[in-house]
């Protein structure tokens, strides 16, 4: 099966600063989803993005889906974006209903 | 309004018990997920239904159990609970019959003694 890795694995940041999350997948993908899982666990959804880039107040994402990579843009970051944040692919020989995760990549901001 | 609910968030329960975890959206999706997260945070997927027909099983035990009343719901019954089902499970909805985005309840922390 398709092969999902971000890195990196750990990141601590302070208040304001940016920071670059990667993620890179072994196969060509036709789904592509940014998620947030908060420290009370609740995972949200940041972007559907299989290709291109968007953006959502402090939070952005490309994909470039031909060199088989995205990456999350965080800016001006908060205490409240701690958390894990993960990206999930569904592969185009995945038959469409099949999301298979990254193993993270734990963020924690501080003051 | 919470678009998917889940209960219980917690349950506690012994080993070789059955147990049942409630799963409901109202986002009006046709398509319902079980995902399971170990301790490690992996996230996995089990089960999918689709206007409540089975399309992914993956290779979950037998014990599991997931059930589709109608395309609003999707249980999980798990019979004869063992220690390595200790996780956090969460149901999950996307609209349409292909994986659109997806959208997580808040868990339901499984530990079994």
């Known amino acids: 099966g398709i092969q999902v890795e971000q890195s990196p694995p750990d990141l601590i940041l302070q208040e304001g600063a940016n920071s670059t999350l990667r993620c890179n997948f072994s196969?060509?993908?036709?789904?592509l989803q940014w998620f947030h899982q908060n420290p009370w666990g609740q995972l949200i959804n940041l972007f559907y993005i299989p290709s291109g880039t968007k953006q959502n107040g402090r939070l952005s994402a490309t994909t470039v889906a031909t060199e088989r990579y995205s990456l999350l843009y965080i800016s001006s970051s908060q205490t409240t974006d701690s958390g894990v944040y993960f990206c999930a692919v569904d592969s185009l020989t995945g038959g469409g209903n099949k999301l298979t995760f990254g193993t993270g990549t734990q963020l924690k901001v501080e003051l | 309004d919470t678009a998917v609910s889940q209960t219980p968030k917690y349950l506690v329960t012994q080993m070789g018990n059955d147990k049942s975890i409630k799963c409901e959206q109202n986002l009006g999706h046709d398509t319902m997920y079980w995902y399971k997260q170990d301790s490690k945070k992996f996230l996995k997927i089990m089960f999918s239904?689709?206007?409540?027909?089975?399309?992914i099983n993956e290779t979950v035990p037998n014990r599991f159990s997931p059930k589709s009343p109608d395309k609003a719901h999707l249980n999980l019954h798990i019979n004869s609970l063992e220690l390595g089902d200790s996780a956090v499970y969460f149901c999950?909805?996307?609209?349409?019959?292909?994986?659109?985005?997806?959208?997580f309840g808040s868990g339901t922390q499984l530990s079994v003694l």
């Open positions: 196969d060509s993908v036709n789904n």
């Open positions: 239904y689709n206007n409540k027909e089975l399309i």
């Open positions: 999950a909805s996307s609209r349409g019959g292909r994986l659109e985005k997806l959208f």
